[in-house]
């Protein structure tokens, strides 16, 4: 039973196809047609699914999609109605994209399959699944549990902010849900575009800017912002907000609550920037803590959970596992909605097809590893019509080089096998470097990566020796949870005594070019299993040096989708700061690259 799972329209495109309850094959457009977030039909994903499996169009028996426009206009309607004079300009500009495609959606996305040979009989069938069901599916039957709570936070799907989910074997069944606009994710969304970043892809920016802060706010969003309760539901005012019905995120009133320290992307950080994302990360991690001891005083819940954008917000969910009240915890690694089409195509298997559950383990998600991969030929032939200048080393000789050089503080582009599926690169489409650096953090935001110079770089350590060098004990494969650095490993430095950024430049530990200032990292694991290759490297690199971490970012710079192809590897490798590029076991070197392939790459992309 083959089961094509699509997502798109929004942001964040994506399709997935499930074969008998395994997951063939997943893959967000952007990072096939390179545009970021990119919302069209994913017609390039899909391609690859159908290719992956080695199958066409005609052998796909259901096609569903990972929400209801129906229910989507519904609400767009009842909120202007709701609101009515306010907000008539945004209606007018909504109205004739719903009217002449959205509304009509089912006979859209019929025309689009159909140019990629899908038959008439096939279109007509197609399923729909609702949004929160389908971050729910994508989390519960991709997990390892019989049984589990699923809770899914984001901004809004059809109506959905929040919901509640119980899994069990093949069924999910809605307990409790909150409803737009009261919404934890738009409320992060709104703090999000106050402090002058994008919204929808500027989240992790605010995440990372609150521990320069204080929450010296966060009463202040609570007294008038927002209303929580004991058990974590909530409702927000409405009248410091503008995106139920306005074109921003909010208004006036809100400005002059913070002051009017709005904040332009071209502006400097500023102390209160940093105290105010501080504050909403507090009032976020309150409301998610007190749903958890809702659900366990409740349900007596053991295993939870996680999808939904709010899920990616990694330093939450290190709350979550400190408070110890649920045995196990399991976050889908592409919680966003790229995940929806994987959500909704499980959904179908198991709810619709009502087929038996089949649970994997560690999990179903294989790593997240469900992207395209590139054979040798492929990236031979690349490299010679490049002129690139390349050598092919055995395993045993690309470990022992990469580590050599990452010693040295080389910064090497590290691509292997299959593309990951989310927003993390998870060592098959990463940047690696040395973590002890006192200087990589610095170098590799501003110099490689073309951004803001208070981001933080992931550790990636092997899953044994964890917690010798964070207090974590448990497996973290997906770069989903925030733990603290062991003590043993911090060093003496002044931060008490400094403020904002001047912080980032204090050696923290033994590894501080992944530590952040409150001393936490955002920890990936590996095992053998799960990355053999990445594995060994990280093993020679602690038989030489002591230390089994590294830092692990994403291939990209500022903007760009993470790198799919060779091809894409190779353009970012030759526009950006990196010394070394490794292609599966193809070896590269800047210096000895032809100059004519050299360019400005950062330019090519808008900053978020």
Not at 91 to 110: S, T
Not at 343 to 358: C, F, I, P, Q, V
Not at 483 to 500: I, Y
Request: glycine share 6%.
């Amino acid at each position: 039973m083959k089961i094509l799972g699509i997502a798109s329209y929004y942001h964040d495109s994506s399709a997935a196809l499930v074969i008998d309850g395994q997951i063939v094959a997943a893959c967000q457009e952007e990072r096939l047609t390179r545009i970021k977030h990119d919302s069209a039909f994913p017609v390039n994903s899909i391609k690859f699914c159908l290719q992956r499996a080695g199958i066409n169009a005609a052998d796909v028996d259901h096609i569903i999609f990972y929400e209801k426009p129906f229910l989507k206009f519904e609400r767009l309607l009842e909120t202007y109605l709701a609101f009515t004079p306010k907000g008539f300009i945004s209606f007018a500009r909504a109205m004739p994209l719903w009217l002449n495609e959205k509304l009509f959606q089912k006979k859209l996305l019929g025309d689009e399959l159909k140019e990629l040979g899908f038959t008439k009989e096939q279109t007509q069938k197609i399923l729909f699944s609702t949004h929160h069901l389908s971050h729910a599916a994508s989390a519960f039957f991709a997990s390892p549990f019989e049984e589990a709570h699923v809770l899914t936070l984001d901004g809004v799907g059809e109506w959905d902010t929040t919901a509640i989910y119980a899994g069990k074997g093949n069924e999910l069944t809605k307990l409790h849900e909150m409803a737009f606009p009261h919404s934890l994710g738009l409320l992060y969304s709104a703090f999000t575009y106050y402090c002058g970043f994008k919204v929808n892809s500027g989240e992790y920016k605010l995440m990372g800017l609150a521990p320069y802060g204080r929450p010296l706010y966060a009463e202040l969003i609570r007294t008038h912002l927002i209303d929580i309760k004991p058990d974590g539901s909530f409702r927000l005012n409405m009248k410091y907000f503008d995106f139920a019905t306005g074109l921003t995120m909010t208004n006036k009133k809100f400005d002059e609550l913070f002051n009017g320290k709005y904040r332009s992307p071209d502006d400097t950080l500023e102390q209160v920037h940093m105290d105010i994302a501080a504050s909403v990360q507090s009032v976020l991690e309150d409301i998610v803590l007190k749903i958890c001891f809702f659900l366990k005083k409740k349900y007596n819940t053991k295993n939870l959970c996680l999808a939904g954008g709010v899920a990616l917000n990694c330093v939450a969910n290190g709350k979550i596992e400190k408070l110890g009240l649920f045995e196990n915890i399991w976050i889908q690694p592409a919680a966003g909605d790229a995940g929806g089409s994987l959500g909704a195509a499980l959904a179908a298997h198991y709810m619709h097809l009502k087929n038996e559950r089949r649970i994997e383990l560690p999990d179903a998600m294989q790593g997240a590893y469900l992207g395209p991969s590139y054979k040798d030929d492929e990236i031979e032939e690349l490299l010679k019509s490049k002129g690139a200048i390349f050598t092919k080393m055995s395993d045993e000789e690309l470990i022992e080089f990469t580590s050599a050089a990452l010693q040295k503080e080389a910064i090497v582009g590290w691509f292997q096998g299959r593309m990951e599926f989310g927003p993390r690169a998870l060592g098959n489409r990463s940047i690696l470097a040395d973590a002890r650096s006192e200087k990589m953090q610095k170098v590799l935001n501003l110099k490689t990566k073309f951004r803001e110079s208070f981001r933080p770089f992931a550790p990636v350590v092997l899953e044994e020796k964890v917690n010798d060098w964070f207090n974590y004990e448990k497996s973290s494969p997906y770069m989903l949870m925030v733990a603290p650095v062991q003590k043993n490993k911090r060093t003496e430095n002044n931060m008490k005594e400094l403020s904002g950024l001047s912080k980032l430049n204090e050696k923290r530990s033994e590894i501080p070019a992944v530590t952040h200032i409150d001393y936490s990292a955002r920890i990936q694991t590996v095992s053998k299993n799960s990355n053999p290759k990445l594995y060994s490297l990280i093993q020679r690199f602690e038989s030489d040096t002591g230390v089994p971490v590294l830092i692990n970012t994403s291939f990209n710079i500022r903007s760009e989708p993470i790198v799919c192809s060779p091809e894409d590897a190779y353009r970012c490798f030759m526009g950006c700061n990196m010394d070394i590029l490794v292609l599966e076991n193809y070896v590269l070197l800047k210096e000895e690259q032809p100059e004519k392939n050299k360019q400005d790459y950062s330019h090519l992309f808008e900053k978020d």
